[in-house]
């Protein structure tokens, strides 16, 4: 059997070029949004794609959203090994219309970005020169995704690649040493020509890992996850001594204002523990949650034995228990 294979995407670019609608499309999330926003998302999580023996988060980067930064300052950020904690970079760009200088800042930050992840993995497990290039399976990458290609004709497209990829050849050229480990996809996020291959290459570009979230949760909702943490949080003031390490919420359904929520278990014991008396313990949990939920949720709670979290320390470690 191959290990499990899991790792971070950050998905970058200007606003409007269909970040959101391309992870819907590959989480295949049919959550709609319609909620007023709680002021605090604790979470950068965008969405989570499950595939067999592997997980992909596709996560946002607030530093990569603010193009005016200093391109030397970025340069400076870039170096740093905090930038080392996701795997790939999705770099987005639309087809219609040119490649602006937002998209331009975008590419170079994302490639220099890359670079520096590149550089650090080599150091960490190259046996020597020669495996530079990085771009083996479980290497850190720059996927370009040009998206829109259904508002373009072929050619449109075709100039499109060429524009961006010249970008990043620039970036080769200056920087000098092995080039940026990158590949193009031509996608249409809202009707999924070409999303198959990007996430073929997002999931080979993983490395070995946990799964970082439980398979089957709600994706590309940050309140779900907040609601889901409210859930784990409520739950662990009232039975704290009794579930040492043992639970794990999800949010399975938003449809708002409709939320479902599951809590997990790893014994029938603990079920009745977190159900309390007579309900009491996940009633009261229910109502906490709701008082910090906006106004109208709905909070179904449900309790479900699920025997495999205890043999996952990182997994539980990673989701903060
Ligand atoms: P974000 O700001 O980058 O997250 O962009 P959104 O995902 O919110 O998309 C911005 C707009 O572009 C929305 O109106 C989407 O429907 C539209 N859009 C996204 N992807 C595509 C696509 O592949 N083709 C077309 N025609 N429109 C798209
Ligand atoms: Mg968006």
Known sequence: ????????????????????????????????????????????????????????????????????????????????????????????????????????????????????????????????????????????????????????????????????????????????????????FPVSATSGEGVEALIEATVARMPEGPRYYPEGMVTDVAEAFWVADLVREELLHRVQDELPHSIACRVTEWEWPRVRCEILVERDSQKGIVIGRNGATLKEVGTAVRAQMPPGAYLELFVRVEKRWQQREDALDRLGF
């Open 1 to 184: 059997m191959t290990a499990f294979r899991s790792g971070f995407a950050a998905v970058v670019g200007r606003p409007n070029v269909g970040k959101s609608t391309l992870v819907n499309t590959m989480v295949g999330t049919k959550v709609s949004i319609t909620s007023p926003r709680p002021n605090t998302t604790r979470s950068q999580v965008r969405g989570v794609l499950d595939r067999p023996g592997a997980q992909v988060v596709f996560v946002d980067t607030p530093g990569l959203h603010k193009p005016r930064t200093a391109l030397g300052q970025r340069m400076n950020e870039s170096a740093t090994s905090s930038l080392d904690d996701v795997d790939v970079v999705v770099a987005m760009v639309e087809a219609s219309g040119a490649v602006g200088p937002g998209d331009r800042m975008v590419l170079t930050q994302s490639a220099l970005r890359v670079r520096s992840m590149a550089r650090a993995a080599a150091l960490r497990t190259d046996p020597g020169p020669g495996a530079g290039a990085g771009d083996e399976p479980g290497r850190p990458a720059l996927l370009v995704v040009v998206n829109k290609i259904d508002r373009v004709g072929g050619n449109g497209v075709l100039t499109h690649l060429t524009a961006v990829s010249s970008v990043v050849e620039g970036i080769d050229e200056e920087a000098g040493g092995p080039p940026t480990p990158v590949e193009y």
